[in-house]
C-alpha cells in the first residue's frame, strides 16, 4: 500500500484556520485522497476524499498538489469539536477496498 | 450518526470463549469492512464483503471469521479468544465495491475485553 506521512501532533486556536499537511510520495494515478477523524471514544468519522482537483464539503477543503504527491486538510475555523485524530489515507486500485491508517495527526484546539 | 448500527457496544468475555459481533451498514450500502483497533497496533483493516461475498481479506487472524447475510448484514465471529483481542472492533460501509472514489462510514465500535 502507497505510504502516508503526517505529522504525530498540532496545535490551533479555536476560530482559527487549521492547515494539516500529508505526504503521499509514491501515490499512484488511481489513488483517491480521503481524509477521516477520529474524536476520542468514537469510530472513525468520513471527513473529504478527492483525486486531483482540490475539493470542499461542508466539513473542510482538500487542497492536492499539482505532481499529487502532498494534500493539505483545511478545516477553515477550528472548534473545540474539531479536536481529534485525523487520518490521510489512499485508496485507488493498488489499496483495493481497504482503508490503511498511520498514526495520523492529533489536533489539540485551545480555546 | 453514520447510518451505520453495531452490537453489542460493550463485551466482556472470558479467554477461550467464542462472541460474535454484529453490523448493519447504511441503508444501500453494499459493502461491509471490518477494522480492529488495539492500542499497540492501531486501526487495521480485518475483511471486506460486497454484496454477501468476501473481496479482501487483510490482517484477519484464523480464529476469525466473518460473513455477510442477503440482507446485508453482517457478522465477525472470534473464537478461542485471548487477551490479545481485546480491542475496539469496527464495522464500515461504503456503497461501491473497490476504488477509492467512495467513502466509507464507520459504525460506533464494540468494545472486546478478554479476561
Known amino acids: 500500500d502507497a505510504k502516508t506521512t503526517q505529522p504525530n501532533s498540532m496545535e490551533s486556536n479555536e476560530e482559527e484556520p487549521v492547515h494539516l499537511p500529508c505526504n503521499h510520495s509514491t501515490i499512484s494515478g488511481t489513488d483517491y485522497i480521503h481524509w477521516y477523524r477520529q474524536l476520542p471514544s468514537q469510530g472513525p468519522e468520513y471527513v473529504i476524499h478527492g483525486l486531483t482537483s482540490n475539493v470542499n464539503n461542508r466539513m473542510a477543503s482538500l487542497a492536492i498538489a499539482e505532481d499529487r504527491k502532498s494534500s493539505t486538510l483545511i478545516l477553515h475555523r477550528a472548534t473545540l469539536r474539531d479536536a481529534a485524530v485525523y487520518y490521510c489515507t489512499l485508496r485507488g486500485e493498488t489499496s483495493g477496498s481497504r482503508l490503511t491508517f498511520g498514526e495520523g495527526t492529533q489536533l489539540t484546539v485551545n480555546p | 450518526d453514520s447510518g451505520v448500527t453495531q452490537t453489542p457496544k460493550h463485551l466482556i468475555t472470558a479467554t477461550g470463549q467464542r462472541v460474535t459481533l454484529r453490523c448493519s451498514p447504511r441503508?444501500?450500502?453494499?459493502?461491509v469492512y471490518w477494522y480492529q483497533q488495539s492500542l499497540d497496533q492501531g486501526l487495521q483493516f480485518l475483511i471486506h464483503?460486497?454484496?454477501?461475498?468476501?473481496?479482501a481479506k487483510g490482517n484477519i487472524l484464523e480464529r476469525f471469521s466473518a460473513q455477510q447475510f442477503p440482507d446485508l448484514h453482517s457478522e465477525l465471529n472470534l473464537s478461542s479468544l485471548e487477551l490479545g483481542d481485546s480491542a475496539l472492533y469496527f464495522c464500515?460501509?461504503?456503497?461501491?465495491?473497490?476504488?477509492?472514489?467512495?467513502?466509507?462510514?464507520f459504525g460506533p465500535g464494540t468494545r472486546l475485553t478478554v479476561t
Open positions: 464483503y460486497y454484496n454477501g461475498e468476501e473481496r
Open positions: 441503508s444501500g450500502d453494499l459493502s
Open positions: 464500515a460501509s461504503s456503497v461501491g465495491l473497490a476504488g477509492g472514489a467512495y467513502e466509507q462510514y
